[in-house]
Each structure stands twice: as structure tokens, then as C-alpha cells.
């Protein structure tokens, strides 16, 4: 994706509104990148997610 999509002017021009964070996760056997690829309802690699800010209740 950082060779082809990502380099895409439409596409970068999208993404200036949020926040980009990149969450490697190769090791899909580390509960920790379970845990946040199931919270994200990823699954299968490479995913993008957006993911709006939880509000304080």
C-alpha cells in the first residue's frame, strides 16, 4: 500500500483530515494484536481502519 495507495495525491489529500497512525501486526499470535485487530472487526492484512474518537459518557 506504501508503494502504490499511499503515494496516490487523491488519496494523501483524503488523509490530511485525520489522524494516520500505522499499527504493524505481522504477529498475528500476539494477544495484544489480536485484541486490537478484533476491536477493529479487521480480518485479513493489509486493512485500513478509521476509527472515530470514543466519547466520555
Known amino acids: 500500500m506504501e508503494r502504490t495507495t499511499l503515494r496516490d495525491r487523491q488519496v494523501l489529500d ?3 483530515k485525520f489522524e494516520v497512525v500505522k499499527f504493524q501486526a ?7 494484536v489480536k485484541a486490537m485487530l478484533d476491536k477493529c472487526g479487521v480480518s485479513g492484512l493489509p486493512a485500513f481502519v478509521i476509527i472515530e474518537p470514543e466519547t466520555k459518557k
Open 14 to 16: 483524503a488523509l490530511k
Open 26 to 32: 505481522e504477529r498475528l499470535a500476539d494477544p495484544a
